[in-house]
């Protein structure tokens, strides 16, 4: 089922090479295409292109599929285009006609923005709990050894007497300025490109500041054209706000590595 096929079919060795693991990736996204779909509906009704019977149906039947994917009882059967066909489909297969109209006023391309972004969004929080927790056991590191002394290198040869304490405190402070490109990174993120459509809006009177507070969003991309130029460019800026915490985990793990070589005699403190 290809909802957005044209008239022709390509190849089917061009389609396989061109979406790779796709399907994969989809199933990631499910959930956040489900909850993206019921933001989208409720706003449907609200102007009144949907009644309040078919959005009652439609969100019975979403919630059935978020909790097949939760359940990891989802997937995407063969043939299927993608996680938003799928949907569809399995809501046109129980409601008939009235599981089609979930699309109307939107636009795969603004459907995989708003699933990219919630996804995103998610991970940044997860991301950064993590390391918050890293942060924490650093902090009580250093403390716990500001006085245990440490040989201060310079160029890898001796320099300074230092602390353990010191070198534990410079990685959590590293962190933290790791964090506020994150911070950074998840402001972009967490703004929403619902109703830009294919990318030059919709005719339809939507109401992208309703879908914005259902999908706990901040703010939203006000250009329809921008939010579609975003693609790409939020994941590059997320993705770089990742590397600077990636960075820093690898420059701890190289003086852990030194350290306890005997050229350095320098030998880290368990517990």
Not at 66 to 85: K, L, R, T
Not at 161 to 170: D, I, K, V
Not at 227 to 256: F, P
Request: aromatic letters at 8%; glycine letters at 8%.
């Amino acid at each position: 089922m290809k909802l957005w096929s044209k008239d022709k079919d390509s190849l089917k060795e061009v389609t396989d090479f061109t979406t790779g693991q796709d399907p994969v990736l989809d199933l990631q996204l499910a959930p956040f295409d489900v909850l993206g779909s019921i933001a989208h509906i409720t706003m449907l009704e609200s102007i009144g292109l949907l009644t309040k019977d078919e959005l009652s149906l439609l969100k019975k039947e979403l919630k059935n599929i978020y909790a097949d994917v939760v359940s990891g009882n989802f997937v995407i059967e063969p043939g299927v285009e993608d996680i938003h066909s799928q949907v569809e489909l399995l809501l046109t297969k129980k409601l008939g006609d009235v599981g089609k109209k979930i699309h109307s006023g939107r636009s795969r391309n603004d459907q995989v923005l708003v699933d990219l972004k919630l996804y995103l969004r998610s991970e940044i929080e997860q991301i950064t709990e993590e390391v918050s927790k890293l942060f924490e056991l650093l902090i009580s590191k250093s403390e716990a050894h500001k006085n245990n002394l440490l040989p201060g290198y310079t160029h890898l040869q001796l320099a300074m007497p230092s602390s353990f304490g010191l070198w534990f405190g410079a990685y959590a402070e590293s962190l933290m300025d790791d964090l506020i490109t994150m911070q950074g990174a998840y402001q972009i993120v967490n703004k929403n490109p619902l109703g830009s459509a294919a990318g030059y809006g919709s005719s339809f009177p939507l109401n992208r500041t309703l879908t914005t507070q259902l999908l706990g969003f901040e703010d939203l991309n006000y250009n329809v054209v921008y939010a579609q130029m975003g693609r790409g460019k939020t994941e590059r800026i997320l993705a770089q706000a990742m590397s600077n915490v990636a960075a820093t985990l690898g420059k701890l793990a190289m003086d852990a590595t030194l350290f306890p070589q005997s050229k350095f005699r320098v030998y880290l403190l368990s517990g």
